[in-house]
């Protein structure tokens, strides 16, 4: 199993972002996937989630600004992101794991991707 993330960048208070995470190896497209973000000495934080069916979480901190969605055709999970703030500054991850999306936990997931930078400046 694994996960690529792509796109993420750098772009202004108030900017849009789009991140990427295509999945491959998976033995069943009944996944739970998931972003989570992590800035240096703090813990790693959910972001949002989305299952199968389109089923989706999302987190306080970015709900109203941050959409997830899914291409189960191309197997790719994308994040978009409105509205930035420089708070949203971190590195973000994909992640993934075989059950139902249900909580926003990074202990629950085996399975990461190498993570991408997005950095929102002032």
């Known amino acids: 199993e694994q996960l690529v993330e792509s796109g993420g960048g750098s772009v202004q208070t108030g900017g849009s972002l789009n991140v990427s995470c295509s999945a491959s190896g998976f033995f069943s497209d009944r996944v739970c996937m998931a972003w989570f973000r992590q800035t240096p000495g703090k813990e790693r934080e959910g972001v949002a989630s989305?299952?199968?069916?389109?089923?989706?979480i999302v987190a306080d901190s970015v709900k109203g600004r941050f959409t997830i969605s899914k291409d189960s055709a191309k197997n790719t999970v994308y994040l978009q992101m409105y509205n930035l703030k420089t708070e949203d500054t971190a590195m973000y991850y994909c992640?993934?794991?075989?059950?139902?999306?249900?909580?926003?936990?990074?202990?629950?997931?085996?399975?990461w991707g190498q993570g991408t930078q997005v950095t929102v400046s002032s």
């Open positions: 989305i299952t199968h069916d389109d089923s989706a």
């Open positions: 992640a993934a794991h075989y059950l139902y999306c249900t909580v926003l936990s990074a202990a629950i997931f085996p399975y």
